[in-house]
């Protein structure tokens, strides 16, 4: 699994596929299109860009880090982090200098507090709690959990950059949020740094240089031509990318020797930028782009795999459906536990569907007591969402999953109940 931000090399449809006639590889983020700039009429739903206090970084893993900075924790404190995680919720804590201790997760996703031992909660400062999935819940035992031990709560809403979290609104549970721009509008990079109660002090984050700039531009207008999404200019912006990638092509080929598992990850992770602004092109896309279409197409997808997924054989919802108000939610993926996964997610992965799991998880984290994280981590399959999906694309990954369940009969490994 990739954890960098999605770029234009990682999506691109070849020519030979073009021609070919095969089905192009479906986009796994949003992507700048004519109808980005749609005015739909969407509910209100609250978003964590409203709360009071915002300072906005290069990418969601920047704002973690950023807010470990806000909390001027002394080197080597221990900060709380799930066991099911993305590597980029990890690594901010070790560049920070600042010692991992994990939790284990609950069926619902919350954390397992009656599991985490009195030491470890009396030596820790911080705890990182996420929505996974764009899925919000209250976090009101959480908040309290950490109100009556003195823990900082950082919570994590790189998958709902919208939504109402229980009794609060997203991102009003944490004395910090973080949430990642990229994941729900069509830009380069950006995540953001947040508070319901706490003022951010300065950041510092030092300017990106020009040439940094003109090529967040360029990503941009690249990805979207790459799949065709400027009726009237692809054929003429196509063009243009072709000479300057012609150009940067022989300048980007390495052989670099594999390096071993934990540099790898902490590498994959891109940390690099974490102390930079955002990017002009990141600044101007998120202050003029509507919300509307983002949020109601999202809710939108997230129905269609559920209409076309209902009753299949071998895999389920995650969480049951109904419970809980999908209009309250804009979701980032349709969790989907499925019995036979490792099968169904490498043949899915090679069909380049929008389809990923966390299977890559920080070395170290440790086995735990009735935790739910690596069971998820291996059996969950996170189908995309994103407003740039179209119904067709949704329904072409869910019946790709339908008809590799159908063509091998399930392996028997029953989800949680
Ligand atoms: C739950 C969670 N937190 C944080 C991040 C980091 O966000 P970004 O990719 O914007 O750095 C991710 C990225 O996948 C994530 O899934």
Excluded at 9 to 19: E, K, M, V, W
Excluded at 134 to 159: K, T
Excluded at 336 to 344: G, I, M, S, T
Aim: proline fraction near 8%.
């Amino acid at each position: 699994m990739s954890v960098s931000t999605t770029s234009p090399s990682q999506t691109l449809i070849s020519d030979a596929q073009a021609r070919s006639g095969a089905s192009p590889p479906l986009p796994r983020g949003p992507i700048l299109d004519w109808s980005s700039f749609q005015l739909v009429d969407a509910p209100g739903i609250s978003s964590v860009e409203d709360l009071p206090h915002t300072a906005f970084t290069t990418s969601g893993r920047a704002a973690i880090y950023q807010a470990l900075l806000q909390l001027q924790l002394p080197s080597g404190s221990t900060v709380l982090a799930p066991s099911y995680h993305c590597p980029t919720m990890i690594a901010p804590a070790i560049l920070a200098n600042l010692n991992v201790s994990y939790f284990g997760i609950r069926a619902d996703g919350l954390p397992n507090l009656d599991a985490i031992d009195a030491a470890t909660a009396r030596q820790s400062k911080a705890m990182i709690v996420a929505h996974y999935f764009g899925l919000a819940r209250s976090l009101a035992e959480v908040r309290r959990w950490c109100d009556e031990r003195g823990i900082a709560l950082i919570e994590d809403c790189a998958h709902c950059y919208f939504g109402e979290a229980g009794e609060r609104p997203v991102g009003a549970w944490g004395d910090y949020s973080t949430a990642s721009l990229s994941k729900f509008l069509p830009v380069p990079e950006g995540g953001l740094l947040a508070s319901s109660h706490r003022s951010i002090s300065n950041l510092r984050l030092s300017p990106q240089s020009l040439k940094a700039q003109l090529k967040g531009w360029a990503d941009v207008f690249e990805l979207a031509t790459k799949y065709q999404r400027f009726s009237g200019f692809n054929k003429v912006l196509a063009f243009l990318f072709r000479l300057k990638n012609s150009r940067l092509r022989s300048a980007a080929i390495t052989d670099a020797p594999p390096e071993p598992e934990p540099a790898n990850m902490m590498r994959d992770c891109d940390m690099g930028r974490i102390s930079h602004a955002p990017l002009s092109a990141s600044m101007t896309l998120k202050a003029v782009l509507p919300r509307g279409r983002v949020i109601l197409r999202r809710q939108r997808n997230f129905a269609c795999y559920a209409k076309h997924l209902e009753g299949v054989r071998g895999a389920r919802p995650l969480f049951p459906l109904g419970t809980a108000s999908f209009s309250q939610m804009a979701p980032y993926v349709f969790p989907l536990w499925v019995d036979d996964a490792d099968r169904l997610y490498h043949a899915l992965r090679a069909m380049e569907l929008p389809v990923f799991r966390w299977d890559r998880i920080w070395p170290g984290t440790p086995a735990l007591n009735d935790d739910q994280g690596p069971l998820w981590s291996r059996h969950v399959l996170q189908l995309l969402c994103h407003q740039d999906l179209s119904e067709a694309d949704v329904q072409r990954t869910a019946e790709a999953i339908r008809s590799l369940l159908s063509s091998e009969p399930a392996l028997a490994t029953p989800a949680p109940t």
